[in-house]
C-alpha cells in the first residue's frame, strides 16, 4: 500500500509539472511496460517538451533458485533468492532532433525492497567422529544483503521513447547507483559461529552497489 | 532452469563490482555436538603425577553405549591420563532421570579403579578426578593444593586445519594448562565455551603452555601472559574430518 501511496504521489508531481507546460506544445503520452534486469514494471511517460519526457513508474523482481552458487571444497547446496522492488523517476533526454532513436537517461529510483540472500546447506551426511549428525544439528548458513534506499540512475536509451502511431518497442541500458548495503552472515547448528564472518562479508560486498540494467520497454501511446 | 540462474546471476550477483563476496571468509565449525561432558582426568594416586602411558579406560555397564569420546568417537583413549567423554547427542538427562555410566581404568602395574559418573541436567560439564594406586599401595593419595588466584584473563582460542585453510573450529573443549618450561603435570584450567574461556589462575608476566586433549590427541600453544585478553590459535585435525 505504501508503495501505491508514493507511486500515486510521484504521477502528482509529474501531473504538476505538465499543468505548467507550455500549451503549444505537444505532449505525447504512454503507458510503457518493461522487462529486463530488474524484473518487470510499467511506467507512464509524458513528453514534456520536444526533446524531454519523464517517466514514472515502477519495477519489481522477486526470484528464488537453487544452487546457482557453490563454495569451493565444501559440498553444499544453495537456495539463493532476491527482491527488488522499486519506483522512479526518470527524464529521457534526446541530444540531437535528428537522431531521435538515441537518448540520454537519469533520474532517482526508491528501492522499497532490495535484498539478497544466499543459504548454504551442506548436503554431505556430515559425520562427527562416528555420529551422523542430522540436519539440525549441522544447520546452515545465510548470507544477507539489503541495499533498500534511494539510487541515482544514468543510462542511454535506444530508439525514441513515443510510437509514432499507437505502439513502439524501445531499449534501456545503464545502471543505478544502489545505497552501501547492509550485510551479515547468520549460521545454524554447527555453523553458528559463522556470524564472525560477517565483518569480512560486509567489507567484501560494500562495492556491490552498480546495478547494470538493461531493460526492454512496450510503449502504447493514447 | 539454466535461463533462471542466469537471470539470478545478472539480476543480483550480477550487481558490479571488483573481488569476491566470499572472499577471505571462511567456514566456521562448532564443535559443541556432545551437550553433556565429563574430563577425566587419572593420575598416580600417590605422585599426583599424569596415569602412566600404558593406563586404559573403558566405559561398562549400564548406558555405555550411549557414551562417546567428545570428539564423537567410540574410541575412548587416554592422553596423558585425560579423556572427555560424554552422552550421545540424542541422549538428554532429566531431574528425573539422571544418567550414570561406569569407567574402569587399568594400568599394568595399578590395581584397576572403576569410578561412578552421573550426567544431570543441571551440569552440562563437570571434572572427574580419579587416582589410581600401585599394586599393594597402601599410602594415602597425594593432596594437591587449589592453583593460586590471579586476576581475570580471556583466552580466545581458534581451531586450525592444516589441510583445510577455508575451515575455522570454534573448540567447546576442556583446557589444561602449565607453565612452559617445567615438566610439572597440566592442571585443569577450565572449559572453553565456542573458543571462549575467562580463567583466574594464569599470573601476569608468566608464560603458560594451554593444552587441549580431543579425539585422541593432544594440542598445545603458549603464550606469555601481559594482557588481559588473548586470541589463539590452536591445530585441531582431529575436528577436521567431514
Request: net charge neutral; with cysteine; proline share 6%.
Amino acid at each position: 500500500m505504501k508503495l501505491l501511496h508514493i507511486f500515486i504521489f510521484c504521477c502528482f508531481l509529474q501531473y504538476a509539472y505538465i499543468s505548467k507546460a507550455q500549451s503549444d506544445v505537444v505532449h505525447p503520452m504512454a503507458i510503457q511496460l518493461n522487462v529486463g534486469t530488474q524484473g518487470i514494471g510499467a511506467a507512464f511517460n509524458y513528453g514534456v517538451t520536444k526533446g524531454l519526457a519523464v517517466r514514472t513508474g515502477f519495477n519489481a523482481i522477486p526470484i528464488k533458485a537453487n544452487d546457482v552458487f557453490k563454495i569451493s571444497g565444501f559440498n553444499s547446496t544453495s537456495h539463493v533468492s532476491a527482491d527488488f522492488y522499486n519506483i522512479h523517476l526518470l527524464a529521457d533526454y534526446t541530444p540531437f532532433e535528428q537522431q531521435s532513436w538515441f537518448r540520454l537517461v537519469g533520474g532517482l529510483g526508491y528501492f522499497v525492497k532490495a535484498k539478497g540472500n544466499v543459504r548454504i546447506i551442506p548436503s554431505d551426511d556430515y559425520k562427527y567422529g562416528d555420529l551422523t549428525l542430522t540436519e539440525e544439528q549441522i544447520g546452515y548458513v545465510d548470507l544477507n544483503v539489503d541495499w533498500q534506499g534511494i539510487a541515482p540512475y544514468l543510462g542511454l536509451g535506444f530508439l525514441p521513447s513515443f510510437p509514432k502511431n499507437k505502439f513502439n518497442v524501445n531499449v534501456d541500458l545503464g545502471t543505478y547507483y544502489l545505497p552501501k548495503p547492509d550485510a551479515n552472515i547468520v549460521g545454524t547448528g554447527i555453523l553458528s559461529g559463522n556470524s564472525s564472518q560477517t565483518d569480512q562479508f560486509r567489507s567484501n560486498i560494500k562495492d556491490y552497489r552498480w546495478l547494470p540494467i538493461l531493460q526492454v520497454n512496450f510503449n502504447y501511446k493514447f | 532452469m539454466k535461463a533462471m540462474r542466469l537471470g539470478v546471476w545478472i539480476s543480483i550477483l550480477g550487481l558490479i563490482s571488483c573481488g569476491k563476496p566470499t572472499e577471505d571468509i571462511k567456514i566456521v565449525v562448532d564443535t559443541d555436538i556432545i551437550k553433556y561432558t565429563a574430563l577425566i582426568q587419572v593420575t598416580d594416586a600417590q605422585t599426583g603425577n599424569p596415569a602412566p602411558a600404558n593406563a586404559s579406560i573403558a566405559v561398562v555397564g549400564e548406558n555405555a553405549a550411549n557414551i562417546y569420546e567428545i570428539s564423537g568417537k567410540k574410541d575412548i583413549k587416554l592422553v596423558q591420563g585425560m579423556v572427555t567423554i560424554g552422552l550421545h547427542p540424542n541422549i538428554t538427562p532429566t531431574s528425573q532421570n539422571p544418567i550414570t555410566t561406569t569407567v574402569e581404568i587399568t594400568a599394568s602395574g595399578y590395581t584397576a579403579q572403576r569410578k561412578n559418573i552421573t550426567f544431570t541436567s543441571a551440569v552440562r560439564q563437570q571434572t572427574v578426578p580419579i587416582g589410581i594406586s600401585r599394586v599393594g599401595n597402601t599410602a594415602p593419595p597425594i593432596v594437591i593444593p587449589p592453583p593460586p588466584v590471579y586476576q581475570d584473563v580471556s583466552l580466545n582460542f581458534t581451531g586450525r586445519c592444516p589441510n583445510r585453510p577455508d575451515v575455522e573450529i570454534r573448540p567447546s573443549v576442556y583446557v589444561s594448562f602449565r607453565k612452559a618450561g617445567t615438566n610439572e603435570s597440566f592442571k585443569y584450567l577450565g572449559y572453553m565455551d565456542k573458543g571462549n574461556i575467562t580463567t583466574n589462575l594464569l599470573a601476569v608476566g608468566e608464560t603458560y603452555n594451554f593444552q587441549i586433549v580431543y579425539g585422541g590427541e593432544s594440542y598445545t600453544v603458549s603464550q606469555k601472559i601481559d594482557q588481559t585478553s588473548y586470541n589463539l590459535t590452536i591445530d585441531m585435525t582431529a575436528a577436521c574430518n567431514f
